[in-house]
């Protein structure tokens, strides 16, 4: 019988587990239809062909333009698991690109994403939450999350999850919350975060830390902050061996100690000498969080007259190399010498 | 070789002793023998193929639309021919069923056993495309090897070098994959970066964002300390000023009210508040009682003095009525009158008495008004009235 394959063996590039790419303009749309297909072997494969193709933004571009999204959409729904992990892997290749986020704003991904957030299968929920925090690294996309009105239960999720997930969690509610955090706030995550200050795993506890500085950012959240006790938990943090978690830490106090309650709060629990401790450390982001929470204790008289010993430190970080650590420090010695 | 089978000897066919096909009808599931089989005849003999004149004869009709009438005939003629094998096949001797469990076989019985070669094994096979695949390419068409073989060796380093040949190739495998490798890691990078660059900026942020709370909080505090201050100067100022004018107002009313008790005393004093008893007593009660004992006393001065001129005048004109009458009369003497009588006295009296008080008007006492009063009567008590008129006359002169 005659056989299109004149050799006994495949061609060395290709690849069982894909579909094969047809050529030049009409390789998109075939993939479209493919993905449509009821066969599950055809979908799966055209979806291997898919998660290779979109790494260009060039072709991500026209398969939003030709419709895609909205296919995928429909085999998020998909029974197979397999099916809905590679949709979400498309997905989360797609949101790296501006065109593929300015795509999902507009045929409103995020609402079809959300269902998928109960997914038994651990890897579909990895690369949902991946392409939840790539889109919410842009302000757009932040802001589109928000307005959805997911936070409450990435909020409430963020507490069940595992603790893969719940990196990732924590990650997009930090970017989120810089711009709005006032929903977070109503559905009780000052709680929720306080608890997870206190796990081994360190990548949570600066991911917690970072995500109570941003939640410390607007009135309310540090007025909760204080009201909760959170911040000797975060003076203890300051003890903590990992750089990430002392630098969001400090980030953290230097938010909640703008407010004079929060202040003091810090003082009693004994903020500014492991404080000056963190200036020791050569990292920028450290040092520039410690300046400026120490900066915010420097205000009040009981800080000034501490802070007044150890001036000689921040006249040395003025003359550092990098901008912002000496503008910090420039600040800081004003606010400490400053006399009524 | 007989066989047992039967021949058919019908009109229609002639049948040439051919090599037995056995064809097995695919179309139905068991032979029928009732069926007519389609036997393969002379073409010469057939009666489908036209001999002769083709254009005078009864042609067919074709296939598509045969006439009802021909078409019945036909199935006729077929169901009789049917019927007539089936009736001949009746009729027919037949060796009997097999028993059970056994088959009937055709054996062959002469001496000779002969090779059936002439049986033509026939195999079904068909052919038919997916309906609704894509026709496959056309394979490659290889022709048949013609010609001769020819071989020749070669020997190393004739035809090429392959160090040198394969090098373009390497060049561009290496290429692609190098190039494909490179993309993937120049992904990686540029994510890498991107997220490097965007937590420099968020640190930035960040600082910006606390120090502009901090300054936002040093200025409330600011504020709320100069209002406060702003308040309570307020309240400094005014109290200052409530006093002020609490003193201002004390002092004036002090200096209003400072003359005011002297004042009072004054005028209080003025309008007679503040009298001495006896004094205000005797104002009061004995002055009045004696201006009118005064007025009253004057009065019967002024009345007596009426009177009295009254009398006078009364006298006057009794006396000069008398004089007259004694003038006519002289012999004449007065009646026995009281009233001359009194008159009589009266004159002396009257007389003496106008006379004196012609002499003693300005210095008449008081102690003299009395009896004068008590010794006469009032001759004409019509005439009350003139005294009174002329009492109010007198008593509104001598009133103070």
Redesign the interface.
């Known amino acids: 019988m005659a056989s299109p394959l004149i050799s006994q063996y495949l061609p060395p590039d290709i690849d069982p587990t894909k579909v094969s790419i047809a050529y030049g303009r009409r390789a998109l749309p075939k993939l479209n239809e493919e993905l449509n297909s009821p066969d599950l072997l055809t979908r799966q494969r055209a979806l291997m062909a898919l998660c290779d193709l979109v790494h260009d933004p060039e072709n991500a571009y026209e398969a939003i333009s030709i419709g895609c999204l909205n296919t995928l959409k429909l085999l998020l729904k998909d029974a197979d698991s397999t099916v809905r992990h590679k949709t979400l892997e498309v997905f989360y290749i797609m949101a790296s690109h501006s065109v593929g986020r300015e795509g999902f704003l507009k045929n409103r991904i995020i609402l079809a994403l959300a269902p998928n957030l109960e997914d038994p299968v651990l890897l579909c929920r990895r690369f949902l939450h991946m392409t939840y925090v790539r889109l919410a690294q842009v302000p757009k996309g932040a802001h589109a999350i928000i307005a959805s009105g997911l936070i409450p239960y990435l909020v409430k999720k963020v507490q069940i999850e595992v603790e893969e997930i719940k990196e990732i969690l924590l990650d997009t509610l930090y970017f989120c919350l810089q711009w709005d955090a006032s929903q977070a706030l109503q559905s009780d995550a000052v709680p929720i975060l306080h608890e997870m200050l206190f796990s081994l795993n360190d990548v949570i506890r600066s991911k917690a830390a970072r995500t109570m500085m941003a939640l410390c950012m607007p009135r309310d959240g540090k007025k909760k902050v204080w009201e909760y006790n959170v911040i000797p938990i975060l003076v203890s943090l300051l003890n903590d061996s990992n750089i990430d978690v002392l630098a969001n830490a400090a980030g953290a106090l230097m938010f909640a100690t703008v407010t004079t309650a929060g202040k003091y709060a810090a003082l009693d629990a004994g903020a500014l000498p492991l404080l000056m401790n963190l200036l020791d450390i050569n990292v920028v982001k450290v040092r520039i969080n410690a300046i400026k929470a120490l900066t915010m204790l420097a205000e009040a008289p009981e800080g000034r007259v501490e802070l007044l010993q150890k001036v000689y430190k921040f006249k040395e970080l003025r003359r550092s190399s990098i901008s912002a650590i000496s503008r910090a420090a420039t600040i800081a010695t004003k606010v400490i010498e400053w006399k009524p | 070789m007989w066989r047992l089978s039967d021949f058919f000897l019908g009109k229609e066919h002639l049948i040439q002793p051919l090599p037995f096909y056995y064809f097995k009808d695919i179309y139905s599931e068991d032979l029928e023998i009732d069926e007519e089989p389609v036997h393969y005849g002379n073409i010469m003999y057939d009666r489908r193929v036209i001999r002769g004149n083709t254009y005078a004869l009864h042609s067919y009709p074709p296939s598509t639309q045969p006439d009802p009438v021909e078409l019945q005939r036909q199935q006729e003629a077929k169901r009789k021919a049917l019927a007539r094998r089936r009736a001949r096949e009746h009729l027919r001797p037949r060796s009997p069923e097999p028993v059970e469990g056994r088959k009937h076989v055709d054996v062959q019985t002469e001496l000779y056993l002969e090779e059936l070669a002439d049986r033509i094994i026939e195999v079904d096979m068909e052919c038919q495309t997916d309906a609704f695949l894509d026709r496959?390419?056309?394979?490659?068409f290889i022709p048949a090897k013609t010609g001769k073989d020819v071989a020749t060796q070669i020997l190393e380093g004739e035809l090429f070098d392959f160090d040198i040949e394969v090098k373009p190739m390497l060049e561009v495998l290496v290429g692609k994959t190098i190039e494909q490798s490179l993309?993937?890691v120049m992904?990686e990078e540029e994510?890498a970066e991107l997220q490097k660059q965007?937590?420099q900026f968020e640190?930035?942020r960040?600082?910006e964002?606390?120090?502009v709370?901090?300054l936002?909080?040093?200025e409330r505090?600011h504020q709320q300390e100069k209002e406060r201050r702003r308040e309570q100067q307020l309240q400094q100022l005014q109290k200052q000023n409530e006093t002020a004018q609490k003193i201002a107002a004390r002092a004036y009313a002090q200096v209003y009210l400072a003359d005011l008790i002297p004042s009072v005393f004054g005028s209080l004093r003025d309008n007679g508040y503040f009298y001495d008893p006896t004094e205000r007593d005797i104002e009061i009660g004995f002055l009045p009682w004696l201006m009118h004992e005064v007025d009253k006393t004057i009065e019967y001065n002024m009345v007596g003095r009426v009177v009295l001129d009254m009398l006078i005048r009364e006298v006057v004109e009794n006396r000069l009525n008398m004089f007259e009458q004694l003038a006519v009369k002289e012999p004449k003497k007065t009646l026995p009158d009281n009233k001359d009588e009194e008159q009589g006295e009266s004159f002396t009296i009257g007389s003496e008495q106008f006379a004196e008080e012609q002499e003693s008007l300005p210095t008449r006492s008081f102690q003299d008004v009395p009896p004068e009063k008590d010794s006469f009567q009032m001759p004409f008590g019509d005439n009350l009235d003139i005294f009174d008129m002329k009492e109010s006359d007198v008593s509104e002169d001598k009133e103070p």
Request: proline content about 12%; charged content about 35%.
């Open positions: 496959p390419p056309t394979p490659l993309l993937e992904e994510l965007q937590q640190e930035l960040n600082l964002l606390a120090e709370q901090r936002e909080e040093q505090r």
